[in-house]
């Protein structure tokens, strides 16, 4: 009976540190998933990124549980290990079992591809990040489409690696979630010494990700969008002066050349106004309005993109890219005191006046 | 009604615009008031046009009756608000907002767009008139 007390460490500290870290991590990305909080949920990915990264060096050099080498199973051998486990006869493993190492080099996949495509999104759709600047906006929603599906995968993983755990935890009375707080198992016939870890190694890897993970995710948080090639500073003076005697001047990539031509011809019924333009002066602002600035932004991608070939709306909130991006809202939120309208723009975009409308600038009043 | 000699009046401008004080305004305005006499106006009265500028005109379409201080307030020193959009609206008077009354092209602009939509027709130039020097006074 001595040889109950007899305690083994198995994981060793990097294990559980990054096990317990991820876990939070991936926590804190669900729950700062709205583009609202899109610093937080950015900095998040950074950290699982960094711990991913240093995850597989440490399958290298940490100690003996920790290595790839320890759970490097066939495909065949975890089935085989699933349908024993099924039929309650499963053998106890002191490390990872074939099925916990699938489901972890699954997760560290889907974990790279996630945090990827998450990298992707948003330089392609709001210009931040490492790639800001290099990813065009359809690519940006593409790898955000990308995003949710690897996130949803990862999270059915997740739960299959905790019933996992759980059952595995019951079949062989050892409490597996505590032996990964602990790192330790009790020994049982057979089992052996760790092999010891690459000491410097860890530290020097542990550092060096965390510092770059923490500074990355500081400097993120610093940086706005990066300025665009054309801005609010660059929408023309004709335009602005025009438009924004009665309302934003919105610019002009958020509506097609069709439909500012309605807006802005003559005798045209501008939301119950008539223009009365000099003939100059409305010439210039429908020469304006065929070459947009600012087009290559996602917002003014995302609107043009879903206004269909023979449709002129005269409303930006009329098109279906629009409204897709606002429907989750509160219809208090297009309302006094918070807002003057649905056409109020700038009342939660305080960078309204460009077309970047990063999610960053956006202040909901009563949310 | 006293017509200056041209010389004079490049004179005044020229010396106004180097000075660039408010006093600018009264050029634009003087010469609207010119032109709009030219077109048939007689005497401008600010008590007139200030009886203009509470003239409610019923809304066809329903809504609260149009007025120009549906936008820019009763209080020409105030700021307004945009009717429809809500947007801030820059006071009126040039005591309180040098910028106005500055521009012909703008005052007329403003006015064939603003008659238009709060009265349903544009404004006479007599009314025109009254406007101008009822708001240069405030």
């Not at chain 1, 089935?79 to 309650?88: E, F, I, K, Q, V």
């Not at chain 1, 060096?208 to 995710?217: D, K, S």
């Amino acid at each position: 009976m001595a040889h109950e007390a007899a305690r083994i460490r198995v994981w060793d500290v990097p294990v559980r540190l990054v096990h317990w870290t991820v876990a939070l991590l991936v926590l804190a990305a669900w729950m700062t998933r709205e583009a609202t909080r899109i610093d937080l949920h950015a900095a998040a990915g950074y950290g699982v990124l960094a711990l991913c990264l240093f995850r597989i060096a440490w399958g290298f050099a940490g100690t003996r549980h920790a290595r790839f080498a320890a759970f490097m199973f066939t495909p065949g051998a975890a089935l085989a290990y699933l349908r024993d486990a099924l039929r309650g006869r499963a053998p106890r493993y002191l490390g990872h079992n074939p099925a916990g190492s699938w489901s972890i080099a699954v997760l560290i996949a889907c974990e790279l591809a996630v945090t990827l495509a998450g990298i992707v999104a948003i330089a392609g759709m709001y210009r931040m990040g490492p790639l800001a600047g290099h990813v065009a906006a359809p690519l940006g929603e593409a790898a955000l489409a990308w995003h949710r599906y690897i996130a949803w995968a990862m999270l059915a993983v997740i739960g299959v690696h905790v019933a996992g755990a759980i059952a595995s935890s019951l079949a062989h009375r050892e409490n597996l979630v505590a032996s990964m707080l602990s790192g330790m198992k009790a020994a049982q016939r057979g089992d052996s010494a760790p092999v010891r870890a690459f000491r410097g190694i860890a530290v020097a890897l542990a550092t060096l990700l965390a510092g770059g993970a923490a500074a990355y995710a500081w400097h993120a948080s610093q940086a706005r969008s990066r300025p665009l090639p054309a801005a609010a500073a660059l929408l023309p003076a004709a335009w602005r002066d025009e438009c924004s005697s009665c309302h934003l001047a919105y610019p002009p990539c958020l509506l097609p050349e069709r439909s500012w031509n309605a807006l802005l011809a003559p005798g045209a019924d501008h939301f119950g106004e008539d223009l009365a333009l000099a003939e100059a002066a409305r010439g210039k602002l429908q020469r304006i309005a065929a070459t947009p600035e600012g087009a290559a932004t996602w917002a003014c991608w995302k609107i043009s993109a879903s206004v269909p070939a023979n449709a002129t709306p005269l409303r930006i909130t009329a098109t279906p890219g629009w409204r897709e991006v606002h429907a989750a809202l509160a219809p208090q939120s297009f309302t006094a005191p918070d807002s003057a309208g649905r056409h109020d723009c700038a009342a939660c975009h305080e960078d309204a006046p460009s077309s970047t409308f990063d999610p960053r600038r956006i202040h909901l009043k009563s949310q | 009604m006293m017509i200056r000699p041209p010389p004079f009046r490049l004179a005044a401008f020229a010396v106004l615009a180097a000075l660039g004080t408010s006093s600018c305004f009264a050029s634009a305005v003087d010469d609207l008031l010119q032109r709009y006499r030219t077109q048939g106006a007689g005497a401008f009265d600010a008590a007139v046009g200030a009886a203009q500028w509470d003239r409610a005109t019923p809304n066809a379409a329903g809504g609260e009756a149009r007025r120009c201080s549906l936008c820019h307030s009763t209080n020409l020193r105030a700021v307004g608000k945009h009717a429809t959009t809500g947007k801030r609206i820059e006071p009126m008077a040039p005591a309180a907002n040098p910028a106005r009354l500055t521009d012909a092209e703008k005052i007329e602009k403003w006015l064939l767009r603003n008659c238009k939509w709060t009265w349903g027709r544009e404004c006479t130039p007599q009314e025109k008139g009254n406007f101008l020097v009822m708001m240069r006074a405030q």
